[in-house]
């Protein structure tokens, strides 16, 4: 018969299976929980993680010091704020701009951050949409409540909004981006923005409104590089 296998262990290598880096992960804060209830934790976030990234990103690995120190910091208050071990989960706290032209890797970072943060054992019901897609969805239709559309992504724990101020600007979208950042704002609910809008042009693309919230509840990241897409593989 052979031994069963230390725990510790099996969750390095759940965790290494899924392409997050270990280290990166042992620098984070972490909930003290009981190894077991962790490994299911661990499975139901990767399987949340698998359903709900999209295939281009499924492998992404935020590596950008300031993005990981982002979720260090998201880490810290869900870890403190916890009562109980079980319930252990995001609640409040600061968000992130990823900034930088086209196809410097900002989707890539977020999805990868997201993947490092299923992977930590604290408990997210993360959600992602991006702004074009948020916008078709809360267009007015026939037998469709809009507003129980917004609610359901403007309440979620910690939201990844990928692409705002890529949509042609109207009136409705500008105001959709103002109740959207105005609700997480209020509630200081961690949100993870991507934007391709230059960091000088964000009052006169996306208002003085958004802009001014912005600025006050998300730390800023400007990605730099050249366009991923078009760099040529020998
Ligand atoms: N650090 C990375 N390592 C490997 N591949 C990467 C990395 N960052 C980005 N990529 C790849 O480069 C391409 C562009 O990345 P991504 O979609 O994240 O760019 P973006 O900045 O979000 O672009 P856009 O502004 O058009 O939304 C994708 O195929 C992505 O998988
Ligand atoms: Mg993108």
């Not at 590596?63 to 319930?87: C, G, K, Y």
Request: glycine fraction near 6%.
């Amino acid at each position: 018969m052979t031994e069963p296998r230390p725990l510790k262990l099996a969750i390095d290598e759940v965790i290494t299976r899924r392409g997050v880096n270990v280290d990166t992960l042992k620098d984070l804060p972490q909930p003290d929980d009981d190894p077991y209830l962790r490994q299911e934790v661990l499975r139901q976030a990767g399987e949340y993680a698998d359903k709900h990234i999209p295939a281009r990103y499924a492998d992404a690995v935020a590596d950008d010091p300031a993005v990981i120190d982002w979720l260090r910091r998201i880490l810290d208050r869900a870890v403190t704020e916890s009562v109980m071990h079980v319930q252990c989960s995001v609640k409040t706290g600061p968000s992130l701009l990823i900034l930088g032209p086209t196809g410097v890797g900002k989707t890539h970072q977020a999805f990868g951050v997201l993947r490092l943060l299923s992977q930590t054992g604290v408990r997210c019901a993360w959600k992602a949409v991006a702004a074009a897609d948020l916008y078709a969805k809360l267009r007015p239709r026939h037998g469709v409540d809009s507003e129980t559309e917004f609610r359901a992504v403007a309440d979620a724990p910690l939201l990844l909004v990928d692409d705002l101020g890529a949509a042609k600007t109207s009136e409705w979208v500008e105001e959709v981006n103002y109740r959207l950042v105005n609700w997480r704002y209020e509630r200081v609910l961690p949100t993870l923005f991507t934007s391709n809008v230059p960091p000088r042009e964000l009052a006169s693309s996306l208002g003085e409104r958004v802009a001014s919230r912005l600025i006050e509840m998300a730390q800023r990241v400007v990605l730099q590089g050249s366009d991923r897409r078009r760099v040529q593989v020998p």
